[in-house]
């Protein structure tokens, strides 16, 4: 006689804990923001919102450089992790 506390416990612990334990979780935590109901007009009026700023914003930098202004960007990510692994060295 095998007692059924022992056969869940085998099968708790046999089974992969990513796949019944971890990734349902994430699951039901990412569908729960799912939206339940018709969103109207809201990404419609989101995206033109969008469009309108980024493209002031685009416009606004490309004169910029026209009339002879430069863009200066920071490091890359993998220069900022070059800079940082020669400091912590």
């Not at 109207?40 to 002879?68: M, Q, R, S």
């Amino acid at each position: 006689f095998i007692s059924p506390h022992y056969t869940i416990l085998y099968h708790i612990t046999s089974q992969p804990l990513l796949q019944y334990l971890i990734f349902p979780a994430q699951f039901a935590y990412l569908y729960s923001y799912y939206p339940s109901g018709s969103m109207g007009e809201l990404p419609a009026d989101l995206e033109k919102i969008w469009k309108a700023k980024h493209f002031e914003d685009t416009e606004k930098v490309f004169a910029d450089v026209a009339n002879g202004a430069k863009v200066e960007s920071g490091p890359s990510f993998f220069q900022k992790a070059e800079i940082e692994d020669e400091v912590k060295a």
